[in-house]
């Protein structure tokens, strides 16, 4: 069984910064991708961020220059950086990992999403 935990949300003005985190958990075999989405209101789940195991980042055109993603493989940990938050960036944020829980088996897993909210 694996679990993702976040914490790292909560409330912060317009121009401020948060920091995510997200621990997985249980019987992992490896973890291969990691990542953020994010989702407001009756919208769909939208990619924030991911990063591959070797550390390649990719992010969405809305974050560039002001988030960055990293992970910690020993900690099986992915973190996200939020600066300069706008707005329009309030939405529940949903880490993601793709995890072999054995050599050929493999599924994407989400956490229990956390609340951003960014006031003007």
């Known amino acids: 069984q694996v679990q993702l935990v976040e914490s790292g949300g909560g409330l912060v003005q317009a121009g401020g910064s948060l920091r995510l985190s997200c621990v997985a958990a249980?019987?992992?075999?490896?973890?291969?991708?990691m990542g953020w989405y994010r989702q407001a209101p009756g919208e769909q789940r939208e990619l924030v961020a991911s990063i591959t195991n070797s550390g390649t980042a990719n992010y969405a055109d809305s974050v560039k220059g002001r988030f960055i993603i990293s992970r910690d493989n020993a900690k099986n940990t992915v973190y996200l950086q939020m600066n300069t938050l706008e707005p329009e960036d309030t939405e529940i944020y949903y880490c993601?990992?793709?995890?072999?829980?054995?050599?050929?088996?493999?599924?994407?897993?989400w956490g229990q999403g956390t609340q951003v909210t960014v006031s003007s």
């Open positions: 249980g019987s992992i075999f490896s973890i291969t991708t």
């Open positions: 993601y990992a793709t995890i072999f829980t054995s050599r050929n088996k493999a599924a994407d897993y």
